[in-house]
């Protein structure tokens, strides 16, 4: 027994802190470390029948289960990137849930049984491998592991422990970050139960709890400073990857509630992990949908921007019982009502280069590129065209299923917000897309914001930004320069087509309904357009494009898993073209989401926006007593009323003008800069650093380390 005392004393000193915590309350409680390691392995089970079964399935997976455990059919033997054998697991696990499901023909059916231990000793002897390290790690052990929870107290424990010899604990492995790190912490801790082993399962939630801190390091894999997640380097991935962090890591909290190893999961790590839900995950989505922009690779899988569970929302109102309300608002919105009011307004995340703007019924944003991060991926043949995807990608939701699933009919020369040649060829995403521009950046004071990068790819050049202030999105783009004999375009849209379109000149107040496509090539004027609650205004006219037809293609054309089956779908597009070989072309046009057509009109002459510089240098808005600039080189430019700021760095500027002053925002848009000065004539502060002829000095010191690029705020009196 002392023996047995020692040994335990000295594990306890060889595991992580939070684990030995853990185990440490209950040492002189075996009885405790066994009902903890119980209680996960039902819930475990739990979970995996709440999935249900097809009976029918059931009858003849079995029946043409082969005398030596294997299955006709399965290639057990070639190692390819994908891995046919896991079918075989998939197999295992529908006849595991048959035999654990009460009530089923199938509840603990003695012939079953040995089938189910038949096919457990074929796959372990064989042992098949893929070439894709995912499967080998994580894929095919979570199938396998499936089986063995549910069929846990229905083998011998010498038996189960061979089994169970084929999970890996990777949780040691430095490599495994963000949801890759969920996944391996999830077999180990379900390694643990089918091995009765305490402290495994208690290291697989400590691993759990080390993926819920700031990985500060930009190409560090995980929550980043702002709450945005990164995956796959340096790659915004709230969706797809994110969103499966949140899901896994919710329920993992959940299975460890009222057990000993919760004590893992300390209040400041439920505050990262809520924070990152509300203020990341949560600003990325809109009713049933998330933003395209957030989802990698995922967006060339059916149904990859649906919102996170309900389930999960419904956990974290017991998880974080402090914010209860809020999760509950959550779930609210996406079942209908209104965004929640406190997270209304915008929000720019400087780690991964993106703006989001909420009102109660619309949702807008843009997504933009820099050589500090990777702005999509093509990974296992998946996102074939994804080329454009974070080149000032917009999405413009008032449903939330404007873009649901349209990927596979999208032209993908014209991905919303981005201007670039149409020419197919040119959308095909090779590996990874790692941004060459060192330009971007922006600010939101949380009621407006601005976004704004230098392009330069595909042998096009321009400086694009995007202004969000009072329900609207201005877009700016200038400098669009192109020697190519390609025609270059600006997609203002292209989403589902949902109802009539409303177009109208300047002096035409009433508007055209048009069913089909026009151009103003051909002398139409176009200054305004209508569609599914979403207004678009062209202050300036332009050559315009606009389309509404069928539109054709499949999930393989973007996935070379997808299926080959032909879609169909009437789609709503709208361009602006820049001709075939541009040079020095610019363009203006605003967004806004409106509930009626009437309510747009009375915009559309009374827009707001007053656009003082549109040029390869200065791009400058005036929106009430809101200014907003982007200095992409040095220079000045007049905000009216006497007023001019200059800028000795590249910047991006907000001035917000009080009664008794201004509120002033600058950020650095290279992540390079140490300081700048700004010049304001009539602006006069006894604190400021020097006042020389009327003009006002102003000297802004730029955040540094996990903060670089974030905004400079100050107030000025007047």
Known sequence: MARRLFIIILLIQLVPTGVASAFGQHKSSPQVWAKDIKTITERLAEDYLAEGVDYHKVEAVVSSLKQDGSWPGIDYVTVSNDFPAGLHLKKLMLMANAYARQG?????????????????????????????????????????????????????????????????????????????????????????????????????????????????????????????????????????????FAESTAKLMALSANTSFHATFSAEKKRIFSDLLLYGHQLFSYRGAVDFGTIGRNIAR????????????????????????????WKSHIQGAAFPKPFLGSRYFWKSDIMTYHGEDYYLSAKV?????????????????????????????????????????????????????????????????????????????GEAGVIAYEHSYNGVQAKKAYFFVDGSMLCLGAGINAIRTQQVVTSVNQCYQDGEVVTGGKGNVEGTRFTDSLSTSKGVELHWVYHAGVGYIFPAGGNLTLKNAVQTGSWKSINQSGSEELISKPVFSLWLNHGTAPSEDSYCYIVRPERSLESFKSHVHANGFIILKNDKNIQAVKYGHSYFVVFYKPGAVDLGKNLQVSSDSKA????????????????????????????????????????????????????????QGSAVNRFYKK
């Open 104 to 244: 089923s023909g199938f509840y603990r059916n003695k012939e079953l049984r040995q089938k189910i231990l038949l096919g457990y000793n074929y796959y372990l002897d064989k042992k098949p491998t893929s070439k894709n390290w995912w499967y080998n790690d994580i894929g095919a052990q979570q199938d396998y592991m499936a089986g063995l929870i549910l069929m846990k107290g229905q083998i011998a424990n010498a038996d189960l422990i061979r089994y169970a010899s084929y999970l890996k604990d990777l949780t040691d492995n430095p490599a495994h970050r963000g949801m890759n790190r969920i996944w391996v912490s999830a077999i180990t801790i379900a390694k643990g139960c089918l091995e009765n082993d305490y402290l495994l399962v208690g290291k697989g939630f400590q691993s759990v709890a080390a993926t819920l801190v700031i990985a500060n390091e930009q190409g560090i894999e995980g929550i980043k400073t702002d709450n945005s997640f990164h995956q796959h380097r340096p790659q915004l991935y709230s969706g797809g990857y994110g969103m499966g």
């Open 302 to 329: 059916p149904n990859s921007i649906s919102p996170i569970s309900l389930v999960t929302l419904d956990q974290m109102m017991v998880i974080d019982s402090q914010r209860k309300s809020a999760f509950r608002d």
């Open 652 to 707: 991006v500027f907000m001035m917000e003008e009080k009664e008794d002053g201004y509120q002033l925002s600058l950020a650095d848009p290279t992540h390079q800069q140490k300081e700048a000065n700004l010049s304001f004539s009539l602006l006069k502060d006894a604190a400021a650093p020097s006042q020389e002829n009327g003009t006002t000095r102003l000297n802004f010191i730029f955040p540094q380390g996990d903060d």
């Open 369 to 445: 590129i820099s050589t500090r991060t990777n702005g999509t991926e093509m990974l296992n043949a998946e996102n074939l065209k994804g080329y454009n995807l974070p080149l000032g990608a917009t999405n413009i939701m008032k449903t939330g299923g404007e873009y649901k699933n349209i990927f596979p009919i999208w032209d993908w020369t014209r991905v919303p917000g981005t201007t670039a040649v149409m020419n197919q060829s040119a959308t095909v995403l090779p590996w990874y897309l790692f941004g060459t521009n060192e330009f971007a950046g922006g600010i939101s004071n």
